[in-house]
């Protein structure tokens, strides 16, 4: 199923990504990778905050 998700960076910038993402995924703010594609599944590697429906 495909959601949307509010994350929250290190850097403490958030961000709405899709959960589904087959792309990575950087923070506009400090650039960290926060969404790893990996073979078709997003991997996230920041907290997440808020999963949007
Ligand atoms: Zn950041």
Redesign the pocket.
């Known amino acids: 199923m495909s959601k949307f998700l509010r994350v929250k ?3 403490g ?1 958030e961000s709405v990504v899709f959960g589904d993402s087959k792309t990575s995924v950087n ?1 506009a ?2 650039g ?1 990778q926060i969404i790893k594609s990996s073979g078709g599944r997003a991997l996230v590697n920041c907290r997440i905050l808020e999963v949007l429906s």
Do not use: I, L, Q, S
Request: proline share 0%.
């Open positions: 960076c290190d850097c910038e923070c703010k400090c960290t």
